[in-house]
């Protein structure tokens, strides 16, 4: 699919966020409210359900690494790549790697086993998402703090010019607490790149001014963004 040169994605994001593919068997077709039901019923199945999923995929370990990084299966997580290391680079149709899968659930210990196993850091998706973008897009600031100290890249910007900064600006408004944590986290790094626009032109933040309460934290990085050149 083609897009517009004045295609804004995060417009996209903020109006359709909840349609956000979250790799081949998490889509879903309802609203910001039903997916935040969604979330918290996640917590709710029972250990013979889980089990039961995963016997169902016993044959395909690809989509049961898959899943088992999203919902946090670390023993089956470990069994898988005892039988085939190579597992751990496995994706999905749109690009999705377990190390995506698990950022963005903010699974900490799946990241850490995954960083321990060889997983890629900065693996992209087809939409050019890295698992940083995706920990920073759903506020999960511990998974990011711990890609970061990995060497996840910090300024990597989308297919749509996006950076993890801009996708954290745009969740601004998020009830998560750690909304907030995920700018704070991103604006204290050394060598952050604030001024970097997306393809529709735009500073992370511009986008945090129009998206939500936090945008006085970019006081922190005002002198980087607004330095006048030497002529």
């Known amino acids: ?30 609203s ?14 029972s250990e013979e359900w889980y089990l039961e ?18 919902n946090n299966r670390l ?15 496995c994706c999905d149709e749109d690009g999705y790697t377990p190390l995506h899968r698990a950022a963005y659930s903010g699974h900490v210990d799946v990241v850490s086993a995954l960083l321990a196993a060889g997983s890629k850091i900065n693996p992209r998706t087809i939409d050019g998402w890295t698992p940083l973008h995706s920990a920073c897009r759903w506020s999960r600031v511990t998974v990011a703090s711990l890609l970061l100290r990995h060497g996840a890249e910090l300024n990597a910007q989308t297919n749509g010019g996006l950076t993890a900064l801009h996708l954290a600006a745009s969740h601004s408004s998020s009830i998560r607490t750690d909304s907030a944590h995920t700018l704070e986290l991103l604006l204290s790094q050394r060598f952050l790149k604030p001024g970097l626009r997306s393809n529709s032109g735009e500073t992370a933040s511009e986008v945090a001014r129009r998206s939500g309460p936090h945008h006085f934290l970019f ?6 963004v607004n330095v006048v050149p030497m002529l």
Not at 53 to 70: F, H, N, R, S, V
Not at 75 to 89: E, N, Q
Not at 219 to 224: K, N, S
């Open 219 to 224: 006081e922190m990085v005002e002198d980087c």
């Open 32 to 45: 910001k409210d039903e997916e935040e039901e969604v979330e918290e019923e996640e917590g709710d199945h």
């Open 1 to 30: 699919m083609e897009f517009p040169e004045d295609f804004n994605q995060l417009e996209l994001l903020n109006t359709h966020g909840q349609l956000i593919p979250r790799g081949a068997s998490s889509l879903w077709t309802g």
């Open 75 to 89: 023993a089956t997580f470990h069994r898988l790549l005892t039988a085939d290391p190579l597992l751990v680079h």
């Open 53 to 70: 999923k995963e016997e169902t995929l016993k044959d395909k370990p690809k989509e049961l690494i898959l899943w088992a990084a999203e």
